[in-house]
């Protein structure tokens, strides 16, 4: 199972970027996706995820000017991300819990992707 996250940048403050992840490989299922963010010295903290059937959570300084979608034909959540602030800066990760399969039997874990940056100038 790989994760494969694209979008990120540099922005100005007040603008918009977004951000997609695709799970690929031997998926059976995806229990959910989200997006994580951490700067140096800080804990990785959630920003917004999706759980089956359609459950949405995100973080009270996401609320309001993110909104992340699951595109379950493409196992690809998406992050949209309006009134960007200075203060979103991050290194962005991407995060699923799916099932997979794994000859001769299914598995549930959790996956990683690669960071993205993402740095919102004041």
């Known amino acids: 199972v790989q994760l494969q996250a694209s979008g990120g940048g540099l922005v100005r403050a007040g603008g918009s970027l977004r951000l997609s992840c695709a799970a690929s490989g031997s998926i059976f299922a995806i229990n959910g996706m989200g997006w994580y963010r951490q700067v140096p010295g800080r804990q990785r903290e959630l920003v917004a995820s999706w759980y089956h059937p359609d459950k949405t959570t995100y973080a009270d300084s996401a609320n309001g000017r993110f909104t992340i979608s699951m595109d379950r034909a493409k196992n690809t959540v998406n992050l949209e991300m309006d009134f960007l602030k200075p203060e979103d800066t991050a290194v962005y990760y991407c995060?699923?819990?799916?099932?997979?399969?794994?000859?001769?039997?299914?598995?549930?874990?959790?996956?990683w992707g690669r960071g993205t940056q993402v740095t919102v100038s004041s």
């Open positions: 995060h699923a819990d799916l099932a997979y399969f794994r000859d001769p039997d299914y598995y549930t874990d959790d996956f």
